[in-house]
T-cell receptor, first 113, second 116 residues
Framework: NAGVTQTPKFRILKIGQSMTLQCTQDMNHNYMYWYRQDPGMGLKLIYYSVGAGITDKGEVPNGYNVSRSTTEDFPLRLELAAPSQTSVYFC????????????FGPGTRLTVL | DQQVKQNSPSLSVQEGRISILNCDYTNSMFDYFLWYKKYPAEGPTFLISISSIKDKNEDGRFTVFLNKSAKHLSLHIVPSQPGDSAVYFCAASYIAGGTSYGKLTFGQGTILTVHP
């Protein structure tokens, strides 16, 4: 089991560019999440999905979009990158939403200049 | 409005002694609490959890205590080891309308350093 994998590990974007952060899990988990972590801060939820075709906003969704066409994949799309989106992005998955721990990927460090 | 707070940015302890990490929350609806450990350049890894029907949960060297009336939880590591040096995050969730969807609210983290 690879668990949760994320690509790329690092990326530098220019203001206004777009990109997609990839996330894949091989644990057959229904629930998947995207978080961002700013320096010295905790993780904040961007979007989540409770199954293929179902997504919803978290605490900080502005500037991002997601899709969930398969159980395994949950890509995060950044449109018109801004310096405020400089952060470390973590994808996570869990078997169910109730009283289950989430398994995290290694993160993508994104810098927008 | 920060609903989960870890007021100590850092903690330094000697190997073999107890480490106590603290976390406070403001939302009384939270009913499930977790601790995650994070090494640099890695994702958080789950450590231990507790539901609001309990006041203590133990797993080896790690014990989590929950005081619902004070809206406070703590993580005890005994004995502390140098390999425990990492950032520790507490997180909370609650069931709303039948399911929480697992959405977690995280504290800011506490950097634990265990000296040999």
């Amino acid at each position: 089991n690879a668990g949760v994998t994320q690509t790329p590990k690092f990326r530098i974007l220019k203001i206004g560019q777009s990109m997609t952060l990839q996330c894949t899990q091989d644990m057959n988990h229904n629930y998947m999440y995207w978080y961002r972590q700013d320096p010295g801060m905790g993780l904040k939820l961007i979007y989540y999905s409770v199954g293929a075709g179902i997504t919803d906003k978290g605490e900080v969704p502005n500037g991002y979009n997601v899709s969930r066409s398969t159980t395994e994949d949950f890509p995060l799309r950044l449109e018109l990158a801004a310096p405020s989106q400089t952060s470390v992005y973590f994808c996570a998955s869990s078997y169910s939403g109730d009283w289950n721990e989430q398994f995290f990927g290694p993160g993508t460090r994104l810098t927008v200049l | 409005d920060q609903q989960v707070k870890q007021n100590s940015p850092s903690l330094s302890v000697q190997e073999g002694r107890i480490s106590i990490l603290n976390c406070d929350y403001t939302n009384s609806m939270f009913d499930y609490f977790l601790w995650y450990k994070k090494y640099p350049a890695e994702g958080p890894t789950f450590l231990i959890s507790i539901s609001s029907i309990k006041d203590k949960n133990e797993d080896g060297r790690f014990t989590v205590f929950l005081n619902k009336s004070a809206k406070h939880l703590s993580l005890h590591i005994v004995p502390s080891q140098p390999g425990d040096s990492a950032v520790y995050f507490c997180a909370a969730s609650y069931i709303a309308g039948g399911t929480s969807y697992g959405k977690l609210t995280f504290g800011q983290g506490t950097i634990l350093t265990v000296h040999p």
